[in-house]
């Protein structure tokens, strides 16, 4: 075996290789660091608008249950829209592009004015728990001890 490798040989190298280091928090004795999940969503946010496919088959759910009414399968209902939806010239599918892109459009229209509402700054959720009215008394009683104090010193 001239110029290849004998079996102790790759061994050594593969052991060199697999050395398990710790992560570098972990070294300095410091906790490791906890990982960040997905931002909360907000459940204010307008939603995003059906497509196409999705306004026919709202209304092809309705046909294929009168149609087959023993049917309980949502694959099934959905493979056969899918089939259906395929099936359908551009003239055919017109109408259900047509609601969407009015959807889309009113969608468009919310989630702009949702946009303008959350630059102007999202309400404190204080606020919500409590009218208006009771966090400007406290406030409002805050200010005054404060002043009590200050004439006081």
Do not use: C, I, Q
């Not at 055919?92 to 630059?119: F, Q």
């Amino acid at each position: 075996m001239k110029g290849g490798r004998s079996k102790t040989e790759t061994k050594r190298t593969d052991s060199k290789l697999s050395v398990k280091r710790g992560a570098p928090s972990e070294k300095a004795g410091k906790k490791p660091a906890v990982k960040k999940g997905k931002a909360a969503k907000d459940p204010n946010k307008p939603k995003r608008p059906a497509s196409a496919f999705f306004v026919f088959m709202e209304e092809f759910r309705k046909t294929y249950k009168e149609k087959h009414p023993n049917n309980k399968s949502v694959a099934a209902v959905g493979k056969a829209g899918g089939d259906k939806w395929k099936s359908l010239s551009e003239a055919e599918k017109a109408p259900y592009v047509a609601k969407a892109e009015k959807r889309k459009t009113e969608y468009n229209k919310t989630l702009e004015a949702y946009n303008k509402k959350m630059a102007e700054g999202p309400a404190d959720e204080e606020e919500s728990d409590k009218s208006r009215s009771e966090v400007n008394d406290e406030d409002d009683e805050d200010d005054e001890s404060g002043e009590e104090e200050d004439d006081d010193e």
